[in-house]
């Protein structure tokens, strides 16, 4: 089955600390992955995107891997900010017989307390 | 440029009314998409417009039809609501599909209860 798993589920901070969100994904055949941050109340707004043959890619204080062999992502946090406070997301796409499909994990909720 | 709007932000229907959701982008995409969003869940795909003119099944389209009114405007409708229903509602677009690098832009959604 195409899934997507998200860890911790909810986390919490203090400003200025780093943190490290997983991701582990059971989709095949893979395209390419995703990261998104949800605001409370808002859409997901993308963050990274990573094809198969890229393994890190940056976005600021936000900084994603990929490991293909062993379908694990992580997104990694720098100096966090109360604004990170936020849902993240995880997508995976998989190529499908019509088209690519996205696959989206629950998501992992952030909070960042001063 | 507002991106992606939706209307509306919040709603509450009683079992077996009807209602419609509107979605329209200004970013002159492509392809559209009806998601709903529930506590503990990943966005779940109910429909889609992969261009104007055509809409296809998602993975939860029971109980949901969509129009594709022009390349702006695609709207959601339920034609008898139930509990089952009570979501968050998300339209995003895209430039052209989901693949390589299409980056899919959501509207902010609209909260629906359904008593």
């Known amino acids: 089955k195409n899934q997507v798993e998200q860890s911790p589920q909810s986390l919490i901070i203090l400003e200025g600390k780093n943190c490290t969100l997983q991701c582990n994904y059971t989709v095949s055949p893979f395209s390419n992955l995703r990261w998104y941050k949800q605001d409370t109340g808002r859409g997901p707004v993308s963050l990274t995107i990573?094809?198969?043959?890229?393994n890190t890619k940056s976005n600021g204080r936000y900084t994603a891997t990929l490991d293909a062999d062993t379908k694990q992502s992580s997104l990694h946090i720098t100096a966090s900010q109360l604004s990170d406070s936020a849902s993240y997301i995880c997508?995976?796409?998989?190529?499908?017989?019509?088209?690519?499909?996205?696959?989206f994990g629950a998501g992992t909720i952030l909070r960042v307390k001063s | 440029n507002a991106g992606v709007t939706q209307t509306p932000k919040f709603q509450v229907l009683k079992t077996g009314q009807s209602m419609t959701l509107q979605c329209a982008q200004d970013?002159?995409?492509?392809?559209m998409y009806w998601y709903r969003q529930d506590p503990g869940m990943g966005l779940r795909l109910i429909y889609y417009?992969?261009?104007?003119?055509?809409?296809d099944k998602g993975e939860v389209p029971n109980g949901y039809n969509v129009s594709r009114l022009n390349k702006r405007e695609f709207s959601l409708r339920l034609e008898s609501a139930a509990p089952s229903q009570t979501s968050v509602y998300f339209c995003?677009?895209?430039?052209?599909?989901?693949?390589?690098?299409?980056?899919?832009?959501f509207g902010a959604g609209t909260r629906l209860s359904v008593l």
């Open positions: 995003a677009s895209s430039e052209v599909g989901t693949g390589l690098k299409n980056i899919q832009y």
């Open positions: 997508v995976v796409s998989m190529i499908g017989e019509y088209g690519n499909k996205l696959v």
């Open positions: 990573m094809t198969f043959s890229e």
């Open positions: 970013m002159n995409h492509n392809s």
């Open positions: 417009s992969a261009s104007e003119g055509t809409t």
